[in-house]
């Protein structure tokens, strides 16, 4: 117990705790500096962001299985662990050779740089947190070791340390205590230090006053009205139209890019006869639509809620890519956030009648902040993952065959219309029913094509059709009902869909990847 004691106070844990406490300087002299320039790549999140994009899928799944919405909270602690772990090495590295550590310091100043030099939408100026940040933790990490070296004639520290006189001074003890003393003092100057960049950052940035300020224009052409019976009669059924609040929200960005619609701007380059800009004043000036779309994630399982419908404001792109001319060959647009995600999505799809947008609204509100305020693209029949680009910034009219999309790098498909599905919200997985009438009850969707026939089958039984609640348009999902005449026991509750070409929902079981699940979804059930 006393030789560990002594141990934990040596030298070479002190050297450690340098190391951890320079790295802690780094980061909090980049943040509070990244602070007076911009929120947008600040090391932390730079570094968060290089991290997930270079996670292979599988671990991405995984983390999202295992922590769910915490996800992000572990990919920070994972991230602080390991920093703090190379700091410790990094100290140790520095006291025994002074030379070395500063090469490691400078090796990972070079890492968070280029971390954040790789981020869609910076420039060269937004190095400077961190190159500033870099050299603040040299000189900590430097002041730091001096009183270590003090502590023993150390052979190889500098020479102009161990020549110094005053290590005979106060010898060993004086040197742990300035030690522990500066070291403290730097700790928390540093937690002051990335607070009030963090305060400083939210207080400059402040989009949700300014999002909450903004009164969109009315629509040119309104959203025809919502037909009555839409909604399925059936308690517990999911709300026809989804509230902001409760819509799923699917994307790779760690902090919510923050963007004032004076700094927004759309840039329309590529395969065009003319390269266009829209700022957001363009977007309030032009002749805006309105439509209810239900958005469907590509990686929503069978029976999942990664599905929402709302009612989108926006100004149709068709109407964009007329200004700007694409050229001929042209099959894509790639639609680009200010985060550095991007889709993929086919150049007709752009131009039809199907009224895909750039939206600014979504059920009567600005786009709230996470489903991508101020500018997003929403386009009826595609999978997000290649249609709906939240905080869109650039759209460039190329060709499959000459760009890729995120996903499409990462082994999702380069196109991904939206498959035919029937979803059972009621009953739900292993209820406890009464014997007698039990409602049954879900939606269905199959956007473009539209929704012809929702069957249900109990068990092994016969398929029998169940009743379609009115269908708004071939965009939206429509909901459905069956009454159900339970016997007791245990059972299976199936549900499948038929689209207006005629085509039955698929019982072919697949996976999200690559372009989306398919299958019957089987509720199991036990009736008393
Ligand atoms: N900038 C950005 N836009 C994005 C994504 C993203 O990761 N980043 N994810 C896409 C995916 S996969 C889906 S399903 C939809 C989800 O939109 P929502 O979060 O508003 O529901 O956004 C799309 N747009
Ligand atoms: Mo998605």
Known sequence: ??????????????????????????????????????????????????????????????????????????LFVGMGVTIALLACVLGVVAYKKWALGVLGVLFMGAVIVAAVLTRAGVGPADAIPSVLGTIAGLIVLRRLM???????????????????ADRQVGGAGTSRRRFF?????????????????RLLGAARNNIAQARNALTLPAPVKAAPPVPAGVQSPVAGVTSWLTPNNEFYRIDTALSVPEINVEDWVLRVHGMVEKEITLTFQDLLDADLIESHVTLTCVSNPVGGKLAGNAKWLGMPIREVLAMAKPKEGADMVLSTS?????????????????????????????????????????????????????????????????????????????????????????????????????????????????????????????????????????????????????TPGMHYVKARATDSTGEVQTDKRADPVPDGASGWQSVAVTVE
């Open 338 to 486: 200010i985060d550095g995600f991007s889709a993929s999505t086919p150049l007709e799809v752009l131009q039809d009648d199907r009224d895909a947008m750039l939206a600014i609204g979504m059920n009567g509100e600005p786009l709230p902040i996470e489903h991508g305020y101020p500018v997003r693209m929403v386009v009826p029949g595609l999978y997000g993952f290649v249609s709906a680009t939240k905080w869109v910034v650039d759209l460039e009219v190329t060709r499959f065959a000459d760009s890729k999309a995120y996903w499409t790098e990462r082994g999702w498909s380069e196109r991904g219309p939206i498959k035919t599905m029937a979803r059972v919200d009621v009953p739900g997985s292993f209820a406890k029913l009464k014997a007698g009438k039990v409602a049954v009850g879900g939606t269905a969707w199959a956007q473009t094509r539209g929704i012809t026939k929702v069957e249900v089958q109990i068990d092994d039984g016969d398929w029998v059709e169940a009743t379609l609640s009115t269908e708004a348009s071939t965009i939206t999902w429509r909901q459905w009902s069956y009454e159900w005449d339970a």
């Open 146 to 164: 001096v009183p270590l070296w003090r502590m023993k004639a150390w052979p190889e520290a500098p020479a102009d340390v161990a020549a110094d």
């Open 1 to 74: 117990m006393k030789k560990l004691g002594l141990r934990t106070k040596g030298p070479e844990t002190m050297a450690a705790l340098a190391g951890v406490v320079s790295a802690a300087v780094v980061l909090a002299v980049a943040e509070l500096i990244g602070a007076f320039f911009t929120a947008r790549a600040t090391p932390v999140f730079a570094l968060g962001s290089t991290f997930i994009d270079f996670t292979p899928s599988w671990m991405k799944d995984f983390a999202i299985a295992t922590f769910g919405t915490n996800d992000k909270a572990a």
């Open 181 to 197: 003393a500066a070291a403290g003092i730097t700790a928390v100057a540093a937690g002051i230090a990335a607070t009030g960049g």
